[in-house]
């Protein structure tokens, strides 16, 4: 092996255990967020084919949590519509939005298995603001759906967090 390719190797191999040795991890790979007695959960929502429902499921599932039906459950995961809206914050010389602030917005609470509510039912919300081109019609409604997408994973990192501390607190 030529020594320009080992010296590589050994930069690739030192840089990979410096990094591992500063506690970097992915985002959502931090092991289970919720005690073991949280994880078989069942999900209610309205639309249980939704973005927000198929990303809540994933983001729970890499979370540690076993989606099961509702007779198997020890929890239930109530979870409202994603409301979504946008208003416009300022105007431009020529009476047109300049800016926007988008909002992204559910309510959910958490029973358990003989469906008493064991957290309350609460509001999540995520909130965020961009600037407006109003020449640029088609680039800023991809903005916007960029955004929504982005703000949806916080808004289920929220929920995650906030029933991961409520479950850690109740152990």
């Known amino acids: 092996m030529p020594i320009a390719r080992q010296f590589t190797f050994a930069l690739v191999l030192g840089f990979l255990c410096l990094l591992s040795a500063c506690g970097f991890q992915l985002r959502g790979t931090g092991g289970s967020s919720v005690p073991e007695s949280w994880s078989k959960m069942h999900l209610i929502t309205s639309n249980p084919n939704g973005e927000l429902s198929r990303e809540l499921q994933s983001t729970f599932a890499a979370n540690g949590v076993i989606w099961v039906d509702r007779e198997e459950a020890n929890y239930l995961l109530n979870v409202g519509p994603e409301k979504f809206s946008h208003r416009n914050l300022s105007l431009n010389a020529q009476a047109r939005a300049a800016e926007f602030e988008l909002t992204l917005a559910t309510n959910f609470a ?3 298995a ?8 609460a509001k999540a919300s995520v909130v965020k603001q961009m600037e407006n081109d109003p020449r640029n019609v088609v680039g800023k409604a991809e903005e ?12 289920i990192n929220q929920i995650m967090r906030r029933i991961g501390y409520f479950a850690a607190s109740t152990q």
Request: aromatic share 0%; no cysteine.
């Open 110 to 112: 958490v029973n358990d």
């Open 114 to 121: 003989q469906g008493v509510e064991v957290m309350e039912s």
């Open 144 to 155: 916007v759906r960029i955004l929504r997408a982005e703000m949806r994973t916080e808004l």
